[in-house]
RNA sequence: GCGCCUGUAGCUCAACCGGAUAGAGCAACGGCCUUCUAAGCCGUAGGUUGCAGGUUCGAUUCCUGCCAGGCGUGCCA
């Protein structure tokens, strides 16, 4: 295993443990099914995990649970019996002010007036660590972009790029432990067109009339790979044209990979050794480059993975005669296939062919051994929608190799449509006309680059309006999020002038607060983390998003009607309290997704 | 053909492993700034959740069949 660089991940905040008012009530919930179990009303498989949601109508309370509903057959009880006898049997719990059973046997949870605030106590006691849950002990590996390295990256990788880095925050938040890599195609037919790409760049700029190749890389960073050729190397690398030229195949449309291929052949054959000198400048440089374009997005990654070492180690060759003990592989018209179909996948693949290569797959496979080994315990793949075909025979690899293919989840992140004056922008990677992540940063930032990215269910195209995302309006989310936080800070700022702020007074007077606004507020804070739990088990970082967006638009209503500096000391304090929390929760919430939280717009 | 994904307000999308009256934003219309940021807020209107069945006390959610759209289906990477 090559690494070809470290980047540290941010230092976490400290776990502070404190559950939630909807997870005591669970619990107690939890320990009336354990009696009724205990005195043999219940059976193992009747039960059902209880689910305690917080309510939309205040007049169902504060919380709600179907547990009656559920249970009710199991027990021979119409559901509001049954709701009634776990009533009677739930233990006291000193923040519930009451009780009732209500529609077809609801459960509803009221709590008492200081108990609703509680979870803005809790924000500000925890802070940067407000949300974040236990530690799981679960080790978790998150592989994603991981774009072949012949160019910069686009827009399509960007969405992956800021799909996966959420996403890793996210399950990082929930208590796992995570580590991120970057799987690079350094080996391959790609790598080899690329070096080619450089090489015939760099005889043209001897002075040599070539025709470029239609299947080579057409964009202007190969010329500039074969200035900075010419600069460390001179003409050392030339060779006779005749030498080079004489055995192509004519280029076309129809015959463009044999072209290629023919020049990649009369290059190895011409240079020797030298032939790595292109191949690696452009590598090293495209890597890097790719790398800084990720760090300046905000992305990082524990490791980069080589492929190319995956060969060099004789790791498949190793993986596949793990395959090939289990039976798992076949001859057939001179190429070695593995039996994929043994489980489900539509025909078998070649690993290795007539010629002695091993395809790409082979080097996926002996990844995925790679993987298993480090003793991950689940291991996520972020790939672009274009690879749905090769779900099926990676769990297959991985299956034949011993493992538990559950243990390897795949998500695919479908591309992005970029939209300019209500019209689709054009993409084409043939004509070197594509967007790059670098140019969609400069042209509407990176706050605004990752938010909306994620802002849609992975699995769905989306639709990225880049007039919307430059706007500063409160149409655009981003802005909106931002804006509240901005305005709290703000407020903050004006306390200077005034009697200082008394975070205790303010707790003890969170209470008096008039106005639904405020516990809504309070409800939602004490969402937060359930919905942080939710979006990483869910691997849907886009709940994060709706989550931020509600509570910002929650905090906006109750800030215009209220004024929050107010003559009252114990009122203020109370108000600026509320006011802090939400501002700890956005930033918070905005640090997960990698988009920064202003003190001022 | 086969496989996977998606059909929710005019548009873009939510809806917490099946829950109480399906929610936001945009677009449309009408209001709110001598007061901490109007980059904001309030109100009105907008729905047979693609269609037809099934399971359930209860279905946008689960199952089946249709209809429509998208993607995939190489000894490519």
Not at 170 to 197: C, F, K, P, W
Not at 308 to 335: F, M, P, R
Not at 392 to 407: E, F, I, N
Request: proline share 3%; hydrophobic share 40%; aromatic share 8%.
């Amino acid at each position: 295993m090559s690494t070809l660089g470290i980047y540290g991940s941010a230092t976490l905040p400290p776990l502070i443990r404190r559950d939630t008012m909807k997870e005591q009530i669970t619990s107690l919930f939890e320990a009336v099914l354990d009696q009724l179990m205990a005195r043999g009303q219940l059976t193992e498989d009747a039960r059902r995990p209880v689910h305690v949601e917080a309510t939309r109508d205040p007049a169902h309370g504060d919380f709600a649970t179907n547990v009656a509903l559920l249970h009710a057959k199991a027990l021979g009880l119409a559901p509001r019996q049954l709701a009634e006898q776990l009533v009677n049997q739930l233990p006291n719990h000193p923040q519930i002010a009451g009780v009732e059973i209500a529609g077809p046997g609801f459960i509803n949870i009221r709590l008492k007036a200081d108990a609703l605030v509680q979870p803005i106590k809790d924000c500000l006691t925890q802070g940067s660590g407000y949300g974040r849950g236990e530690s799981t002990g679960r080790r978790v590996q998150v592989e994603y972009v991981s774009a072949n390295p012949t160019g910069p990256l686009h827009v399509g990788h960007g969405r992956g790029a800021a799909y996966g880095a959420t996403l890793s925050n996210l399950l990082s938040a929930a208590g796992h432990t995570v580590e991120t890599e970057y799987y690079v195609n350094d080996a391959g037919r790609q790598m080899s067109i690329l070096g080619a790409s450089v090489y015939i760049r760099y005889l043209e700029a001897l002075g040599h009339p070539l025709q470029f190749p239609l299947g080579g890389y057409q964009g202007a960073y190969i010329q500039d790979l074969a200035a900075e050729l010419i600069h460390t190397h001179g003409e050392s690398l030339e060779r006779p044209i005749a030498s080079l030229t004489s055995q192509l195949v004519a280029d076309g449309e129809e015959t463009k990979d044999a072209h290629i291929d023919s020049w990649i052949q009369a290059i190895k054959h011409a240079l020797g050794e030298d032939w790595r000198v292109p191949f690696d400048l452009a590598l090293t440089r495209i890597q890097d480059d790719i790398r800084d374009d990720l760090g300046e997005f905000g992305v990082t990654f524990s490791q980069w993975f080589s492929e190319a070492s995956l060969v060099s180690s004789g790791a498949i060759a190793d993986a596949l005669a793990t395959l090939e003990a289990g039976g798992h592989l076949y001859q057939h018209k001179g190429a070695l296939w593995f039996r994929s179909t043994a489980y489900g996948d539509d025909k078998d693949r070649v690993v290795q062919r007539d010629n002695g290569e091993y395809t790409y797959f082979a080097s996926d496979i002996a990844y995925i051994a790679n993987k298993f080994s480090r003793g991950y315990d689940e291991l996520i793949y972020v790939w672009g929608a274009d690879h749905h075909g090769y779900i099926t025979r990676v769990k297959a690899a991985a299956s034949a190799l011993g493992y538990d293919p559950d243990r390897l989840t795949i998500r695919l992140v479908q591309f992005a449509i970029l939209y300019r004056g209500g019209e689709r922008v054009q993409m084409s990677t043939r004509s070197g006309s594509f967007v790059t992540l670098r140019e969609l940063r400069e042209e509407v930032g990176v706050d605004a680059c990752r938010y909306f990215y994620v802002m849609r269910k992975a699995d769905q195209h989306l639709d990225f309006d880049l007039d919307l995302a430059t706007s500063q309006s409160k149409d655009n989310p981003v802005y909106y999020i931002q804006y509240a936080h901005a305005r709290i800070c703000r407020v903050l700022e004006g306390l200077q002038d005034q009697p200082s702020f008394d975070l205790t007074r303010g707790l003890t007077h969170l209470a008096s607060i008039e106005g639904q606004e405020v516990l809504d507020i309070a409800q939602q804070i004490g969402q937060f983390k359930e919905t942080l739990g939710r979006a990483a088990d869910s691997l849907e970082p886009h709940l994060l998003c709706y989550y931020l967006q509600e509570l910002a638009a929650s905090f906006h209503r109750w800030y215009n009607g209220t004024r929050l500096l107010v003559d009252d000391l114990a009122q203020r304090d109370a108000r600026l309290t509320v006011a802090q929390a939400v501002r700890q929760v956005l930033a918070n919430g905005l640090s997960l997704l990698g988009v920064s939280a202003p003190e001022a717009m």
